[in-house]
Structure formats: C-alpha cells, structure tokens
C-alpha cells in the first residue's frame, strides 16, 4: 500500500459526460501528480501540483483540468468524455515538488471506460 | 528534457540477473536517475535512484558510467513475480518538472 488514494477504483459513463477523479496524497507529501495510461502505453503525464499551486502541466488537453486543495487533496476533471478517454489515470505524491528528493508514490488508478 | 530509450522487451529464465540499460544522452546536470516497475493495471512502484557511478538497495543496483548519458538497472536472479515493465525516468531540479515515462522495458521471466 503506497499511502496514496484514488477514488472512484472503476467509473463507466457516456461520451459527452464529466467525471471527477479524486487523489489524496500520502500523509506530508505536498507534490501531487496525474498521469494518464491507454491499453498497453505508456505513462503519459498531464499535470503536477505543489502545495496548491500548478508545477508542471503535461501533454493535457483542454478538456481536462485539475486542482490541488488546501488539505492537499486533489481533483482531475474530464469534460465532453470521447471514447479515447477511456485509460486508467493514476495519482501520485511526492514530498518535494521534483523527483531529485524523493521517489513517487502512485496509487492504484481509477479506471474510466466511456461508452 | 532529457529523453530516454529503453529496449522494448527483454527475456530471461528464473535465476538469472537481469540488466536493462536506458539511453539518456542529454541527461542535465542536476538530473537524477529513476527506476521504476509496473504491474498490469497497478500503479508503477519506485526501485532505486541514483545519481552517479553505483547505487545498491535490496532488490536492484544501478550502475551509471561517469558520463551519465547511460545507466543500467541490474536485477539479480529474477523470479517470475519479477515480470513487469520496468521504466527510467531522468529528473532533476534543472528541469521542466515534467517527470516524463518512457515507453518502459517489458520484461518476461520464464520458468
């Protein structure tokens, strides 16, 4: 167990439709970031976030969103669903915004099938 | 950035050491190493970092040349359970922050 929680485990909805995953960090780690992985690609990162504040914003299409809360929890938002969405989006912390310091803890995904 | 090239797959057989060896030639020099393995639908987990010439944990050693544009994930006597695909990751405080993956290593253990 990584220390890091992601909900929901599965979530299958419709093209067009929003979901929100949620990420909470392992306790103290201040750095959060998403990653996205299709059927047998690889780890595509999209953004990171440091003690609330963006860090680093990957390959993330315009569709999608993200934030970091004051509890250090955070959200991806996906909006107007496409079937290419469907991937498994996986969280991970750090205690320091880059990985000089520290390796990354990921959970273990949510996984969005759109239909 | 510094970009990374992994071979695709590799096999082995049950005992054997495994040596999977990724390309950074643009590697910064604050940029540390990474090593990562992942499991089908699981999330990737952290093996050994390193910054230069040989770093030793108790599942993996990492082995980097003095020009740092290479390093080499050794992995002694593998099992079964060591099948997964293996990712390097190079990083640093020079960077972008855009820890980025490659395409990974996928390693098969046979019997």
């Known amino acids: 167990d990584s220390g890091v929680t992601q909900t929901p485990k599965h979530l299958i909805t419709a093209t067009g439709q929003r979901v929100t995953l949620r990420c909470s960090p392992r306790s103290g780690d201040l750095s959060v970031y998403w990653y996205q992985q299709s059927l047998d690609q690889g780890l595509q990162f999209l953004i990171q976030y440091y003690n609330g504040e963006e860090r680093a914003k990957g390959n993330i299409l315009e569709r999608f969103s993200a934030q970091q809360f004051p509890d250090l929890h955070s959200e991806l938002n996906l909006s107007s669903l496409e079937l290419g969405d469907s991937a498994l989006y996986f969280c991970?912390?750090?205690?320091?915004?880059?990985?000089?310091?520290?390796?990354?803890?990921f959970g273990e995904g949510s996984r969005l099938t759109v239909l | 950035l510094a970009k990374t090239t992994q071979p695709i797959s590799m096999d082995s057989y049950e005992g054997q050491e495994v040596n999977i060896t990724c390309s950074h030639n643009?590697?910064?020099?604050?940029?540390?190493i990474t090593w990562y393995q992942q499991f089908p639908s699981q999330g990737p987990r952290f093996i050994i970092q390193g910054y230069k010439t040989k770093v030793t944990n108790e599942v993996a050693s990492l082995f980097i040349p003095a020009d740092r544009k290479s390093s080499t994930l050794s992995l002694p006597r593998v099992s079964l359970s060591d099948t997964a695909v293996y990712y390097c990751?190079?990083?640093?405080?020079?960077?972008?922050?855009?820890?980025?993956f490659g395409s990974g290593t996928r390693l098969l253990v046979r019997p």
């Open positions: 991970a912390s750090s205690v320091a915004s880059d990985v000089n310091t520290g390796e990354l803890f």
């Open positions: 643009n590697i910064a020099t604050n940029d540390y």
């Open positions: 990751l190079v990083g640093g405080m020079d960077s972008s922050y855009k820890l980025i």
